[in-house]
């Protein structure tokens, strides 16, 4: 039988790399002109996507911005035009 241990480590890898997708998803949405603004509610992965995502956001011209939530319990995700 499966320990929830173990579950919770395959869970992990499967929710970020989910969670990745989203946010490649948006930003060429947003990118494409489809969207005036694009916001990914609850992500877990806030942190380390954030800083992985800038990167993608700057190659297709646009931001990506964490909006912090006062409970912690996960962050949105906006991508927009940035503003120079």
Known sequence: MTEPADRMADAVPAT???EMGLVRVAIAMFASGAAPRVILAGIRFGDPLTDWGRGLAGQAG???RPLWRSDEAGTDLSVERQIR
């Open 16 to 18: 970020l790399e989910h």
């Open 62 to 64: 646009v931001l990506l």
